[in-house]
């Protein structure tokens, strides 16, 4: 399972995920909605993401029959999930031969090996990091669930979601999927037709990363080796007995 192989294959799947929007809303959403008003005669009731050359991709039928607040946890699944595989992608490349950098420890006088091994490093040298990294990724949920969720009806929680009432993780009607309201940077458009571009370009960077970000993990499993060892252009420096857990 060479990189480039893998790579070549994922680009050319990146444009298939498209998951879809149901139910119409009506305009008075529309600034709330970053310019999107749901259109039942499209696909996706034209939320972002369905592009050529496959469009409206959707083999498994989960876009059919879903009422507008399912679709719309599809997509914020899609594109949470993206967002960490993009950040993964990342961390898993630089951490690893030729680059080596670590924020927790000093990576250059030791190659630790695939960066799916690294968490064994991080709890022996920095073992706090666990407990802090929960701590941070429970805030930062926390902060996502009180944008974008309903606080269910103390008499339906728990309930199916044919009954009445507001149920447990039915989205806000004003809550772009994704939309959290972090943008330290201030690159959010205005412009309604911007935005769509901007968010497809992030919902396809994401499939992407997703796809990418399993292959190397498989690539890893395999035969033990970093990615750039595998593609020839880093040297191999890994000593597998070094590690403070053994498998």
């Known amino acids: 399972m060479k990189l480039f192989a893998a790579l070549s294959l994922l680009v050319g799947s990146a444009n298939a995920f498209a998951p879809s929007l149901n139910a119409a809303t009506g305009t008075a959403l529309k600034d709330t909605l970053n310019g999107w008003v749901p259109d039942e005669s499209q696909f996706a009731f034209g939320l972002p993401g369905s592009l050529d050359p496959v469009p409206e991709f959707d083999p498994l039928g989960f876009a059919e029959n879903c009422d507008l607040n399912q679709i719309k946890k599809y997509r914020e699944a899609e594109i949470q999930h993206g967002r960490v595989a993009m950040l993964a992608v990342i961390g898993m490349l630089v951490t690893e031969e030729p680059i080596e950098f670590h924020p927790l420890f000093e990576a250059t006088n030791k190659d630790i090996g695939p960066a799916i091994r690294h968490l064994d490093e991080v709890r022996a040298v920095s073992p706090f990091f ?111 007995s070094l590690l403070p857990v053994q498998f």
């Not at 929960?134 to 974008?148: D, K, P």
């Not at 339906?156 to 940077?185: C, H, I, N, W």
């Not at 690159?187 to 992407?208: S, V, W």
């Open 130 to 240: 666990f407990e802090v990294l929960g701590l941070v990724i429970g805030s930062l949920e926390l902060n996502r669930a009180l944008q974008g969720w309903k606080a269910p009806d103390s008499g339906t929680a728990g309930r199916l979601s044919s009954d009445e009432g507001t149920m447990f993780q039915d989205l806000k009607d004003d809550y772009y999927p994704g939309d959290v309201g972090f943008d330290p940077l201030g690159i959010k458009p205005e412009d309604a037709e911007e935005f769509a571009e901007m968010h497809t370009k992030e919902l396809q960077h994401g499939r992407l990363a997703m796809l990418g970000i399993a292959g190397i993990v498989a690539q890893e499993l395999v035969n033990g080796k970093e990615i750039f060892v595998n593609m020839g252009v880093a040297a191999d420096r890994f000593d597998p």
